[in-house]
């Protein structure tokens, strides 16, 4: 078998966000070469935690953020999927938590690397929220390898993961994105004899409310080639496990892999491929009874780029400047009673090829760094300059130049400049094709649908936009630059719905609709689509009940009766009844007050001494005296849900459309199998998991309201906002200025993700969860 030492070079691939951090250091306290990493009170382990704005602002094992677990079983928050040790471990460190409140944690281990482990193998699964944030503020996990003053080793010396939807090799549980095991091993072996801080940190969201860990452990393995005799004139060849490829120079991937054996000697070298795409070379000779005798060290120096063939080594073409360590340990595969014969190379690879960036415009010459390239054609090229050096490696001069056209300003920004709110606008640069850079910059209330990078941006308006809204647009390129700017007009538009009912046999004509007569019995959706004076959509829905209209007669027995007595009546006809209340004046009216005593006075009458408001009319049923009324007052910005992951709330209906949902007139009932639900997230209470229900008096008889019930109080806020006015409530806002007065929450379920909410507007929407504040709540109650 033999030793060879590794030289990593960047091949490609994004790094994700973990901190695995490895700082060189010449400190004179001697570590550990491979310390047992579960051991968190061991010397050289620093244990430290903070917030995400800094991870070390604190040091200290804290329990539960710094945890070691040897007990076998699932993590919940995978639904079960991800065991809590991998197999083969008997212990792991579990940095981080389930909490929330935008938490961080560290672990740093200090330890000098052993010549004859020099692969550092860490095992590691990760669990992340993905409330899809901003990706600064989202939960991570970094690992990094840094030297003494903070600068990463290579670009190869990081790994950095990052909560979102779709990571390659993570798996999803609702909005839990979790890594199962995996093995990433990274080669230490330029650093033999040199202490290093190896260090992981966790990260939860940046704004608060959801978390991040990981688990892991760790450990220290030889680069060691191992060889076997197969016979029949093969030998097998095994690199270190752990890496997810190699690449031998027998054109072969697996590991092991076999070779015929040479009697001159033969020569293995394997491109051993890590976990963030970089790559190293083990190299190794193997012969029976050629080769070395003796332990050798050579120095030699190759140019960038170039192979080495030389004193035993058989390199493939070196990319990473500096000096490098490569060691071929000889053994002689028929003589398992062979010393080692160790090759130490010390491999310095000098600078051959330098890269040089410029631009000029269309119609002028290149001339400087040694080119001469006459008024080159608008766009990108390469061009290389060659020039020898004695003594020296040749240079090779690579001209990066950018060509481009000459920077114009538009006159303005193109679009439209009066503008409807909810509709979307398109906004261009025009001639952009010449132009390196483009940058919009959009006010507040303004929806950016396609981001603020583009020669267009793709917007719509809302009622919190400023008017007049200001767009704004800066460009570049190589030969100007400049900005312009829009004002543009945003007008509203209006989206009513409206339920009304009437008798079948009759026209209708109220709120902007002229129906014909309407001789069918049921319910009936009819659409207005109209525009404002402005220019608008104003759109109205009318859900409309129509129901028979029997033909009435009626007949008193006995037909004469005196003061004082009674008599009986009937109706008479298809369809006829008698309904007592419809011999008297309603006595309650959409806008009256509810008291505190279950009493009911009228706005016109009010002040009334000894009676205290507590609710407003907007609902009153065919008896004339019972309905709903609203409270005085609101609560602002709440989760319906604020699980994570987000439930189906059991014996809950579910309705799976808005117009389904439309029907849904039992907030009572749905407010309290929701506060019946238990919490699945051990840190929260019921209140807590379900702040929208909880939020209202439901002891006092208040619930939250079901979406037709809300619908229909929609409908009255023009009627019952005098009344709330008039006892000090909380109005509706009819026209929000702000992002938390567009919505309220109703208690109906439409699945496990999502509930419906209501705009100011009438519109039905459906979610659980909002990354900032949320819909309000508006309790109501039966009178």
């Known amino acids: 078998m033999f030793f060879c030492n590794c030289q990593s070079n960047l091949i490609a691939g994004s790094m994700k966000r973990l901190l695995f951090l490895i700082v060189l250091s010449s400190a004179l306290a001697v570590y550990a070469q491979c310390p047992d990493f579960t051991n968190l009170t061991g010397a050289g382990v620093t244990c430290q935690y903070g917030s995400v704005t800094n991870p070390f602002q604190h040091t200290g094992l804290v329990p539960g953020r710094h945890s070691v677990i040897t007990q076998q079983g699932t993590d919940p928050n995978t639904g079960g999927q991800l065991p809590l040790l991998p197999p083969g471990e008997s212990a792991v460190v579990k940095l981080g938590n389930e909490n929330v409140g935008s938490e961080a944690e560290a672990i740093t281990y200090d330890i000098t690397v052993d010549a004859d482990n020099p692969i550092l193998q860490v095992n590691f699964a990760v669990v992340f929220q993905d409330p899809s944030h901003p990706y600064d503020v989202q939960p991570h996990f970094l690992m990094r390898v840094l030297n003494i003053a903070g600068e990463l080793i290579d670009s190869c010396a990081q790994y950095n993961v990052t909560a979102a939807y779709g990571i390659e090799g993570f798996q999803s549980y609702h909005s ?73 120079d027998n054109h072969t991937y697996t590991n092991p892999t076999t070779y015929p054996l040479d009697p001159a000697g033969t020569s293995v070298n394997c491109l051993v491929v890590t976990n963030v795409n970089c790559y190293f070379t083990l190299s190794g000779l193997f012969a029976t009874g050629v080769g070395p005798t003796t332990s050798q060290v050579y120095y030699d120096t190759i140019c960038e780029g170039d192979s080495y063939h030389q004193h035993y080594f058989n390199l493939p073409p070196q990319q990473s400047l500096g000096t490098h360590i490569y060691r071929n340990v000889y053994l002689d595969p028929s003589n398992p009673n062979a010393q080692e014969v160790i090759i130490t190379l010390y491999l310095t690879i000098l600078k051959k090829f330098y890269h040089i960036y410029d631009h000029i415009c269309v119609g002028t010459n290149y001339e400087a760094n040694g080119f001469n390239i006459p008024q080159p054609q608008a766009g990108k090229r390469l061009d290389t300059l060659y020039l020898p050096r004695a003594g020296l490696c040749d240079s090779a001069v690579v001209l990066h130049l950018s060509v481009s056209y000459p920077f114009v300003l538009p006159e303005t920004i193109s679009g439209e400049t009066v503008v409807c709110d909810g509709e979307e606008f398109i906004y261009a640069w025009p001639g952009a094709e010449v132009l390196d850079t483009i940058l919009w910059s959009l006010p507040a209330g303004v929806a950016n649908m396609s ?196 439930v189906d709330i059991a014996n809950l209906p579910n309705f799976s459309t808005s117009w389904d949902a439309m029907f849904d007139l039992d907030g009572y009932s ?114």
């Open 176 to 248: 839990v994105r979790f890594l199962p095991w995996k093995k990433m091993s990274i080669s230490l072996a330029d650093y033999i004899g040199q202490q290093v801080k190896l260090q992981f940190v966790t990260y939860d969201c940046g704004w608060q409310g959801h978390y991040g860990y990981a688990y892991f452990t760790a450990t220290c393995i030889s680069n060691k080639l191992t060889v076997n005799n197969i016979g029949g004139g093969q030998i097998a060849v095994s690199a270190p496990d752990g890496f997810p490829n190699y690449n031998w």
């Open 670 to 783: 749905n407010t309290q199998i929701i506060r019946n639900e238990p919490s699945t997230n051990w840190w929260l209470n019921q209140q807590q998991a379900f702040p929208a229900a909880w939020a209202v008096d439901f002891d006092h008889g208040w619930y939250l309201p079901a979406l037709g019930q809300l619908r229909i109080l929609y409908g009255t806020w023009g009627l019952i906002n005098p009344s709330l006015q008039l006892v000090g409530g909380t109005l509706f806002d009819m026209n929000p200025t702000s992002l938390s007065g567009l919505y309220y929450w109703s208690s109906t379920e439409e699945n496990d993700f999502r509930a419906y909410y209501i705009s100011y507007k009438g519109e039905i929407w459906s979610n659980k969860q909002f990354a900032n504040g949320g819909p309000k709540v508006r309790g109501i109650r039966n009178f």
């Open 451 to 646: 981001g603020q990078w583009g020669p267009s941006v793709r917007v719509y308006f809302t009622p919190e936009t400023p008017n007049p809204a200001v767009i704004s647009v800066s460009a570049v390129n190589g030969c100007g630059s400049g900005s312009l700017s829009l004002s543009v007009t945003h007008n509203p538009s209006y989206h009513l719905f409206i339920r009304d009912t009437l008798c079948s046999g009759n026209e209708y004509q109220e709120h902007g609709f002229y129906l014909a007569r309407q001789d069918s019995v049921g319910v009936f959706t009819f659409t207005a689509e109209n525009t404002t004076q402005l220019g608008c959509d104003s759109t109205s829905i009318l859900e409309l009940l129509v129901v028979h209209n029997p033909e009435l007669t009626t007949l008193a027995q006995p037909m004469e009766i005196c003061p004082g007595d009674s008599t009986a009546i009937h109706a008479m006809g298809s369809n006829s009844g008698i309904d007592n209340h419809v011999l008297y004046p309603l006595t309650v009216a959409i806008g009256d007050i509810l008291c505190t005593d279950s009493s009911i006075v009228k706005p016109s009458d009010w002040p009334v001494a000894g009676k205290t408001a507590m609710g407003i009319v907007f609902y009153v049923d065919n008896t004339g005296e019972h309905g709903w009324a609203v409270s005085l007052e609101e609560y602002s910005e709440l989760q319906w849900c604020d699980l994570w992951p987000t």
